[in-house]
């Protein structure tokens, strides 16, 4: 999609502090973080809706996202990795993936 941040950013158009990459999947550090850590993983390919993801992209990025969720716990000595998926600040499917130690206070997020 033309207009989509994410979009440009699987593109390579704008660059971001990459966790890690392949060819269908990608995962950068979020710009506005909850917590120390925190990044977001999404699929290159564009779709608004997470739901709306066909059930085999669906399952790849969920696993994809757990993955990643186990080097980001090693990395940052936490104890807990929080996933969260809300869809509304970017109209792009993604997985916020937050290290935490404690519960997160989201309120108004």
């Known amino acids: 999609m033309e ?18 990459e392949d060819n269908k999947y990608l995962a950068f550090f979020d710009k506005h ?14 779709t608004d809706y997470i739901f709306d993801i066909n ?4 399952q790849e990025l969920m696993l994809k996202a757990k993955g990643i969720a186990k080097k980001l716990k090693l990395k940052f000595k936490t104890k807990r990795i929080v996933m969260l998926v809300e869809g509304f600040a970017v109209p792009h499917s993604h997985i916020h993936l937050i290290p935490s130690n404690k519960p997160l206070n989201i309120k108004g997020r």
Do not use: M, N, Q, T
């Open 3 to 20: 207009s989509c941040i994410f979009c440009k950013i699987a593109e390579g158009k704008i660059p971001v502090p990459k966790f890690w």
């Open 33 to 46: 973080p909850l917590r120390k850590g925190h990044i977001l993983v999404l699929p290159k390919k564009h």
């Open 55 to 58: 059930d085999k992209e669906y």
